[in-house]
């Protein structure tokens, strides 16, 4: 199943992921989030609370919960 797309928010925490499709958000582009982009979920906030992720495993961010539902991401095994 690591095939398998999901929405960012529902991904584990410590799990890593490719982005598979992204909103028209110019900020998120900029912050690195692309097709193709490796990101791993650090954290989920508890109460509907924003994720925070690793991108390329260079630098964190934080998105919304309402963001990360529309950003959909194929899980990654470890190699």
């Given amino acids: 199943m690591a095939n398998q797309l999901m929405n960012l928010y529902q991904g584990k925490k410590h799990r890593s992921f490719q982005v598979a499709s992204v909103p028209q958000i110019p900020l ?3 912050m690195g989030l692309r097709i193709g982009t490796n990101i791993t ?12 992720l690793r991108v ?11 963001i990360a ?3 959909a991401v194929r ?3 470890a190699q």
């Fill in 56 to 66: 390329e495993g260079a630098y964190s961010i934080a998105l919304g919960k309402d």
């Fill in 28 to 30: 998120l582009e900029s």
């Fill in 41 to 52: 979920l650090k954290n989920r906030y508890a109460f509907g609370g924003p994720v925070l």
């Fill in 75 to 77: 899980e990654v095994q």
């Fill in 69 to 71: 539902q529309q950003i």
